[in-house]
């Protein structure tokens, strides 16, 4: 839970638009916000264009606002600059569990974007973080699914485990490793075509891509999700046309 102190200067942030201010890094330590978190994959040096055309790949936890503010007193943004999404520093694991997920985080030393490395607006070295204690909606499922086959298109199997069952991410199919082995290492990544559901817990996932030994699986399967710790998660799949 955040400090009631940082929660507070967070929430009058937030007010100060209405009354033509804006939160002055240059005075502000730690700050609290909430909004999704999300994690793509950003092309890194030495072009910072392509990583398909050999720029190191810089994966990076952005949390997309759920209210915009602005702020004043850093050299690198316009005074009265909006910011609507935040790049969160972790380099204790904090946030590795909460992506896809809506949630409160409360940062320290917030500083304007100025290098390539920099993906967001605004940067800030993580403190703590939570999910935002909202029940997740069982007939909501699908996204969880869509965002597991997404991050096996990129090859991110660790990503991709985080929303699996705890029980069955640790190890075996379901585990980052194995996920990351096999479609990271595809000569055609995964293309998700796209996820049907045929009942509350249950969807049809189709996709297409080619191992390295050129076969080629135009495929689908049953993908079954259940309710764990508040979070819609991948409990089992049922490959269908062998692949």
């Not at 949630?103 to 974007?113: K, L, Q, R």
Request: charged share 20%; aromatic share 8%.
């Amino acid at each position: 839970m955040m400090k009631t102190t940082l929660a507070f200067v967070f929430v009058t942030a937030l007010s100060w638009p209405a009354a033509a201010a804006c939160l002055d890094l240059s005075k502000q330590p730690a700050i609290s916000a909430s909004g999704e978190l999300i994690r793509p994959m950003f092309a890194g040096p030495p072009n910072f264009e392509d990583v398909r055309k050999g720029d190191a790949p810089e994966p990076s936890y952005i949390l997309a606002l759920d209210s915009p503010f602005c702020v004043t007193g850093d050299d690198f943004l316009e005074d009265g600059q909006t910011i609507d999404r935040i790049q969160l520093l972790d380099d204790k694991g904090i946030l590795l569990k909460l992506v896809g997920h809506p949630i409160e985080v409360t940062g320290n030393d917030p500083f304007g974007a100025h290098t390539g490395h920099h993906h967001a607006p605004l940067l800030m070295d993580v403190v703590s973080a939570s999910l935002n204690e909202v029940p997740a909606d069982a007939s909501l499922a699908q996204t969880t699914v869509e965002a597991f086959y997404l991050y096996l298109e990129t090859g991110d199997g660790a990503s991709a485990a985080m929303n699996v069952v705890p029980e069955k991410r640790g190890k075996g199919p379901f585990s980052a490793a194995a996920l990351t082995k096999f479609y990271g290492n595809l000569k055609r990544p995964l293309k998700l075509l796209g996820v049907t559901q045929s009942s509350e817990n249950r969807f049809r996932a189709k996709y297409t891509f080619e191992t390295q030994d050129g076969k080629v699986c135009n495929g689908s399967s049953i993908v079954t999700t259940k309710q764990a710790s508040g979070m819609n998660l991948v409990a089992s799949i049922k490959v269908e046309n062998g692949c």
